[in-house]
């Protein structure tokens, strides 16, 4: 079956989830109910407030008839875990103000759950500070023991020289040991003020990212933090632990030199998410093994010579650094390949060499873009697919087992830096041939269709649109999306 999908995605969260919450508290009867110690069971789904929540929990027959723990479970619908390498999110900071004051009935249920008190969000701007330090006031002395999120984002060096500010932050430092989800990202002057937070035990923190901290001294054990992003600039004079035994996705920043080398020896085993977003100058003496390695995003391809994973499935890497081709013969087991930069034809004798490729994306993750300052979007110059399908017709197919192709919302075809659409239509065309030509004698070779094409950008061309579109609708059973 072939699909051909458009995708038109919005960044935008929806506005109405808490005004929906203000105006169920006009809808409801209020009503009292004995003061229990319920708590809300969350898994960490990363996943954002639903507006379906907050529409549910408008109607009337909530406030009185719905027992505790279903209730309960709304709310922790309407007050998810944070998304990792975000910024500071105020909707999420005021959603259990928000359902606090629905009813007395939601009232009393929320100020005996310490759990829905947790997200210590910090806006950037002073304004938003001076407004938001009330309610982590609150969170602080209502979120009891429960384990807490931290997301601290600002570049302003003048937040350190707010009394107030220096006061809250200090005490959300105190509470370390009940941190769970932390994003740190913060000038030089506030580093002293989380001073204390390194003092303490992390038993409760699964995730951590740090950016941009030039004077860590000790970053104590963590046992259970199986996601660490951190910026390694200056690693070689600080004293990191690489005793993380449930350690499993790492993200590294910044060229920390023959620690960053140490710290992935020392952790190469038990890995199974690996990204090195910036190049490291000082290449390891021996390859790396990394036996359990699934998925590998890199921004220097050349550090690939240094990494054996035989089990990898997914590998993400810059094209624009593509200079001599890397040896990347020993990534025969990799499936789904994501490219971004700046991806030409003449890079194809690199790319080919990935055989077993089932899905081939274009795209620019946020984390990369934050990470990579610049790169905020991946180009296809020249005629890079008609590279692909002219390849073939001299030897065995480019990428075979090809079956999904999908461009990101990074990318644009906008300009004519970029590939022409026909270019696009024209390999579809070829792989979807229902009858072969003599360069497909050997059976073989003979390709896979393509099951899916994925646009999600916003600004495709109507070319490609319609002409893709009656691509598939003249396929036996094919399913067009739009």
């Known amino acids: 079956m072939a699909i051909w999908s458009i995708t038109r995605l919005s960044r935008a969260r929806p506005s109405s989830t808490l005004q929906d919450t203000y105006k169920a508290r006009d809808n409801h009867n209020t009503a009292a109910t004995e003061n ?39 709310f922790a619908q309407a007050t998810p875990l944070p998304w990792p390498y975000v910024e500071y999110d105020a909707e999420r900071a005021k959603a259990p103000f928000a359902l606090a004051s629905v009813c007395q009935r939601w009232r009393i249920l929320a100020l005996s759950t310490a759990s829905l008190w947790t997200y210590f969000g910090f806006p950037a701007s002073i304004r938003a500070q001076t407004a938001h330090l009330p309610r982590l006031r609150l969170l602080l002395s209502r979120s009891g023991d429960a384990e807490v999120d931290v997301v601290f984002l600002v570049s302003d060096t003048s937040v350190s020289e707010e009394p107030a500010s220096r006061d809250i932050l200090r005490a959300i430092s105190t509470i370390a040991s009940r941190w769970r989800y932390v994003n740190l990202d913060v000038p030089t002057s506030c580093v002293s003020i989380f001073s204390g937070a390194f003092q303490q035990k992390w038993k409760c923190l699964r995730f951590l990212s740090l950016q941009y901290w030039k004077k860590i001294e000790k970053l104590p054990l963590a046992h259970r933090l199986a996601k660490l992003y951190i910026d390694c600039k200056g690693l070689e004079t600080s004293n990191l632990p690489i005793s993380m035994p449930n350690m499993n996705n790492l993200s590294i920043n910044g060229d920390g030199g023959i620690y960053t080398n140490n710290l992935l020896v020392a952790i190469a085993q038990q890995l199974t998410d690996l990204s090195i977003l910036e190049g490291i100058t000082k290449s390891p003496q021996q390859p790396i093994l990394f036996p359990r390695l699934r998925s590998l995003a890199v921004d220097d391809v050349s550090y690939l010579d240094h990494i054996i994973a035989p089990a990898l499935q997914t590998l993400t890497f810059n094209t624009s650094h593509l200079g001599s081709p890397p040896r990347l013969t020993h990534f025969t087991s990799v499936t789904h390949l994501c490219l971004y930069g ?57 990428w075979p087992r090809l079956a999904h192709i999908r461009f990101g919302d990074s990318g644009s075809m906008g300009s004519n830096a970029i590939a022409d659409p026909q270019d696009v239509i024209d390999f579809v065309v070829h792989r979807n041939a229902s009858q072969f030509g003599p360069e497909w004698a050997d059976t073989n070779n003979v390709p896979t269709m393509l099951q899916t094409v994925t646009v999600d950008f916003n600004d495709a061309p109507d070319l490609l649109i319609s002409e893709l579109n009656k691509i598939f609708s003249t396929t036996k059973d094919a399913d067009v999306r739009n």
């Open 36 to 74: 229990t110690q319920p708590s809300v069971a969350r898994s960490p789904a990363f996943a954002p407030p639903t507006v379906w929540v907050f529409r549910l929990l408008q109607l009337p027959s909530m406030g009185t008839t719905v027992p505790d723990d279903i209730l309960l479970l709304l």
């Open 342 to 398: 700046t991806v030409h034809e003449t890079f194809l004798s690199s790319l080919q060499q990935f055989t077993q490729i089932v899905h081939l994306s274009f795209e620019v993750s946020d984390h990369s873009k934050r990470s990579w300052p610049g790169i905020d979007q991946y180009i296809i110059l020249g005629q890079f697919f008609t590279a692909v399908r002219r390849s073939s017709f001299n030897s065995a197919p480019v």
